[in-house]
C-alpha cells in the first residue's frame, strides 16, 4: 500500500499557521509595507470605507454623531473600555469592548519606559489612520496634571505616544483589537473627536473598589479622588462586563495577553 508522503503537508501546514500567526501579531512589520505599496489613507477614506458596516451595526447613526459630547471610559483593572454619548436624559453608554491586551501594573504612568498605562483625564490629539495597530487614536499625555505632578517628583523623562488602538499587542497604550477600533474610530471621528474626554482609571471606582495605594509617590489620593468623582456622572451598567446587554453593539470577549 503505498503512502503519500507527509512532509510537504507538513511543511504546508506549519507555514499556513505561521502566516495566521504573523498576520495577527505582526501587524507593526507587515502594516506599514502595505502602507508603502498601497498608498497611505486619510481620515475621511477610512470612514468611507466603514460607512456601510457601521450603518448595519448602529441603528442611529445619526444621534450618536450629532456632535454632542462623547467620553471614553478606560480601567485597567477589570480591562475594559466604555465609549458614552450625552444625550439629553443624560450620559448613555453607547458600547464596551474588552482590552486584548494589557501591560504594567495599577498606578499611573511616572516614566518613559516603565510599561504604564496612564492615569487621568485626557483629550484627544489625533486620529491616525495608518497605524502599525491598524487604527489609532492618540491622547495627550502627558497632560498639565502629569508634568505638574512630574515637576513635584523631581521627573523628567514621562514618556509619549500614548494611543488607543487595534491588534493586542501593547507597552503603555490600550488595545481593544481591529473591529472594536474600527466601530471607535469611526463614531469619534464622526462625531468630532475634540468632543471626547477620556478617563482612564485604575479601577471601576463606580463598583466601590478600593483605590490602589503607589509606592514612590504621595499624590495619588487626589488623583484618584477626582477620577472617582468625574465617573459619578456615568451610571453603572447593567451588565458592565458584557454579558447579555446590547450585544449588537458590542464584540465578544477577547482573553487579555501580556
Known sequence: MNHLPRKPYLVALVATFGLVIFYHFGGPIWRPI?????GEK????????????MAKRFQDLGPLTNGE???????????RLELWKQRESGWEM?????????????????????????????????LNP????????????????DRKMADVDGREELGFDIFIHGS????????????????????IA??????????????????????PEVDGIGWEADLY?????????????ENPNNEDDNKEHQLPTVPPSS
Open 69 to 79: 459630547p462623547m467620553s471614553i471610559l478606560a480601567f485597567k483593572k477589570e480591562q
Open 190 to 211: 464622526k462625531n468630532g473627536y475634540s468632543n471626547v474626554t477620556t478617563i482612564i482609571t485604575p479601577v471601576d471606582f463606580r463598583l466601590g473598589a478600593a483605590p
Open 225 to 237: 479622588a477626582k477620577l472617582s468623582k468625574r465617573l459619578k456622572d456615568y451610571p453603572i451598567p
Open 94 to 126: 453607547v458600547c464596551s469592548y474588552p482590552f486584548t491586551g494589557y501591560s504594567g501594573t495599577l498606578g499611573p504612568k511616572l516614566e518613559e519606559g516603565d510599561g504604564q498605562i496612564p492615569e487621568g483625564i485626557y483629550q484627544i490629539e489625533y
Open 34 to 38: 502595505k502602507a508603502r505599496l498601497t
Open 130 to 145: 495608518n497605524s502599525s495597530y491598524h487604527l489609532s487614536i492618540k491622547l495627550d499625555y502627558p497632560n498639565s496634571f
Open 168 to 187: 493586542s499587542a501593547t507597552i503603555g497604550c490600550i488595545p481593544i483589537g481591529d473591529e472594536a477600533i474600527e466601530e471607535l474610530f469611526y463614531l
Open 42 to 53: 486619510t481620515v475621511v477614506q477610512v470612514l468611507d470605507e466603514l460607512e456601510p458596516l
